[in-house]
């Protein structure tokens, strides 16, 4: 099967607006296959923009200001991108990260400046500086109706690869003897042991990590539908 059919994406209208919906025809299907689907869909499908007055994404900033969780391999990625490879995982999060720890629960996004924007968006411009190498949670957000399946796969993949950063930024940690470095934190107590491997684990691509094993069974048996 090519590549390019497994993963759909798939116009689908809610009320008068045009959305889309998420299907998988290929149960070896990867993380890549998804993000390749959702930005061919981007540059052609016509959906309803849910922010005013935008018609395109070039020049608008506005989900520049959300939250946007890394994952391990959008690290890899932007590190090399950077040329900066040869930096610590910890010495990378405190220039491009955000580490807020409450309890035993950690989440590591990227930075945002002052004015709430991302680190790495040009002010000037309005456009992303790392585009080529944007993470996961950025090259699957359009601001458009979207399916249930299609969002909750969306969020298992985010929130699988960040949970694979957390637990290497802690297996370092422990490696190197140190307390974890964090920028915000509550009652912190996070442990190596609350983080096990998964999908994405061992993993340096997003073409070697399987959809199917970033997903929950319940949601795989929602989107994937074997093709013929």
Known sequence: MPRSEAVLVKPKRFGGKIGYDLVVTDDMATVQDYLDAMNRAIAELPF???????????GCDLCCA???PLTWIDVLRLRKYLGEEGQSLQGFLDRAGYILVDGPAVDITLRREDDGRCIFLDRRSRLCTV???RPLVCQTFICCPVSSRAAEVRQWVVNC????????????CAREGRQPGFHEGYRPRPRLRDWQ?????????????????ACPPRV?????????
């Open 161 to 172: 690869g960040e949970d694979e950063l957390v637990r290497r930024w802690l297996e370092q």
């Open 48 to 58: 309803s923009r849910g922010r005013k007055k935008v018609r395109e994404c070039a």
């Open 66 to 68: 959300e939250r946007a």
């Open 197 to 213: 491997p998964n999908a994405f684990s061992g993993r340096g691509s997003y073409r070697r990590v399987l959809l199917r094993e």
């Open 131 to 133: 585009y080529p190498a």
């Open 220 to 228: 795989w048996r929602q989107v994937y539908v074997p093709a013929g």
